[in-house]
């Protein structure tokens, strides 16, 4: 990685750098062979980017100001508008995790995370999800998100590196998913 990486909270004049990367990466525009470094599934509109920018939870590295990675954090009120968020919520009172009561108040849906496939590989998911931890525990002590089970590098990154704890598994529309849960108040070990 190099010294000229830096992790910012986004801002509105960041949006159409966080749509060009998503669009890189958006499942639907992948080929078979590209989905097998990992994707992103929901697809944002500027409206929606707007609303959480304005709610300072979305996380960027620029290198050189051009955007290279992305965290989205939100409210599952902010997710609820689609039913997916709204299937995998509905599952908390089943779901157990460290001494927390999981509810939609104390934690809040982590990603999707993207990095541009130039840097992956290369440690930046570690200072930004660091990055995006410091920011997000000043609101909520527990974070939980899901990843499609056909997404081995997603689901290895989070686990190897991040260490986050697979709690659970869905189905929804056809596609089967691991429920993931993290502790906001763990750093991130620098010697991952």
Known sequence: MTDSIQFETAKIIDINGVLALQELNLVANLSEEEKASGFVTTPFTTQQLTEVIQKEELFI????????????????????QWPIFNYMSSLFPELTFLDFEITTTNSFQYGPICIHKEYRGKGLITPLFEFMRKHMLQKYPLSLTFINKINIPSTKAHTEKLKWTIIGDFKFNNNEYFILAYDMNQSVSKTI
């Open 61 to 80: 590295a620029k290198d050189n100001n051009k955007i290279i990675a992305y965290i989205f954090a939100g409210s599952w009120d902010f997710f609820k």
